[in-house]
C-alpha cells in the first residue's frame, strides 16, 4: 500500500498535542508530534503484535431474497497473539511519498505512532498503520494516537479518515470506537491471509470538495 521511495512522509501543518494521559497507576505526560525521517526505521521495526481474546465474526444469510451481512462479537476459548500481516519484515521500510507520520512519546522515544496516507481523488486520507509499543499500551495512547490521525485528516480539508483493520483485531476495533469510528463495511479480499477487513471511518465537518465552510484551501500536505 505504500509506494517504495526514500523520501519521509510530509507534515500537516497542526500543532502538537499535550495532555496527561489516564493511566491506572500514574499519570505520565504523553506528547504527540510529528515524526521525522529518524523516526520512521523504529517505528517499522515496532512489535505490532497485539493480544486478543474477542474477534468479529462474519454472518450472511437470505431475507426475502435479499442477502443479510452482519457481524457478531465472539469471545474466544483463550487468548491468542496475532501481528498485522501488512507490516514489518523488511530492513528497508517503504515510505509513502506523501503523508503524515505522527509518533506519541511517553517520557522520551517512540511509544507508539501512526501513518495516514492521503487519498486526494476521493478527498479522504486513510490511516494505514496505528501501533504502540507493548510497555506503553493501556494507558490510551492508541486512542491519543487515532485523534491526532483525525486532526491531521481535518487539516488537509478531508471529508473523512478511513482505516482497514483485521476482524480479530478487537483491541484495534475497540481503540478506533472509543475515538469516534465507526463500521462502513468489510471487504474478504483485504488480506492475503484470507483474513475479514473491516472497514471504519470518521466523518469530518467538511463541505464541498474536501472544505469546510469559510476555510482556505488546505495547506501543503
Known sequence: MAADNARPPSQPDYATLRRPARTRDSAPRVTVRPGTA?????????????????VWQLQTGAHAEAPMVGFVQVRLPRTITLRD????????????EQGALLVAEVGGGVDGFALVVPDA?????????LAVQQHARRRGLGVRLAQAAVEAARAHGRRALCVTVQARNY?????????G?????????YYPSNDVGLRFAHRLAVNGAGRRPGNRSPGRR
Open 171 to 179: 483491541p484495534a476495533i475497540r481503540t478506533l470506537q472509543a475515538a
Open 121 to 129: 481523488p476521493r478527498a479522504v486520507d486513510t490511516l494505514w498503520m
Open 181 to 189: 469510528f465507526v463500521l462502513t463495511g468489510y471487504d474478504e479480499q
Open 38 to 54: 529518524s523516526d520512521w526505521a523504529a517505528c517499522w521495526a515496532m512489535d505490532v503484535s497485539y493480544e486478543t481474546d474477542h
Open 85 to 96: 500481516p501488512l507490516w514489518g519484515g523488511s530492513a528497508d521500510p517503504p515510505q509513502p
